[in-house]
């Protein structure tokens, strides 16, 4: 009885462990191509008249026939990582005023809550996480607050770019939002 025991204890230790260096094997390959997402990844990037480098990597989700605040995000009032997948990373290689409040240099995730007649901008210090499902307030190192637009052209694909003067552009549908970085 004793020798069945251990047998059966031997057993389940070597499964314990080919299951855990299975595990470790897996997530220690490469990860899946990301340009193959649904919402691939997109970087802009530019170097301001000042030698700033400003740059926002995130993942770019199309509408698909959809309405934006209704079957997508932003919702109104809600928290939203303002991309797709991974959340956004703002980065900035210098301190910067952000609509007129500092903005030490670094990355930070860049988060909006959106609302019909003002967005706040929102640079959290955890920048690396997952959507805004692990988003805490208290990690907020700015907010600022600026109103939305029409924008001029449909875009399917929500996209950021950044002005050598340091203006950064949200287009996405037709919701245009600016944000200034100095």
Not at 23 to 38: E, F, G, I, N, Y
Not at 40 to 53: D, H, S, W
Not at 73 to 102: C, H, M, Q, Y
Request: hydrophobic residues 40%; contains cysteine; positive net charge.
């Amino acid at each position: 009885m004793i020798l069945h025991n251990k047998i059966i204890f031997m057993k389940s230790l070597l499964l314990l462990i080919t299951a855990c260096s299975m595990t470790v094997l897996a997530c220690a390959q490469q990860p899946t191509d990301k340009s193959k997402r649904p919402s691939p990844p997109a970087l802009a990037k530019a170097t301001l008249k000042n030698g700033t480098v400003v740059s926002i990597d995130y993942s770019q989700p199309s509408v698909k026939g959809r309405t934006i605040g209704k079957d997508l995000e932003p919702l109104d009032g809600k928290v939203w990582r303002t991309g797709a997948n991974e959340a956004t990373v703002f980065e900035v290689s210098k301190d910067v005023k952000i609509e007129d409040k500092e903005l030490p240099a670094g990355k930070y995730g860049l988060f909006t809550i959106s609302g019909p007649d003002e967005w706040t901008i929102i640079f959290n210090k955890t920048w690396n996480q997952w959507g805004a499902f692990t988003y805490k307030e208290a990690d907020d190192a700015l907010r600022v607050k600026v109103k939305p637009g029409k924008a001029k052209e449909f875009a399917e694909k929500m996209t950021f770019s950044i002005s050598k003067e340091g203006k950064v552009t949200l287009l996405w549908g037709d919701l245009k939002v600016e944000f200034n970085v100095q």
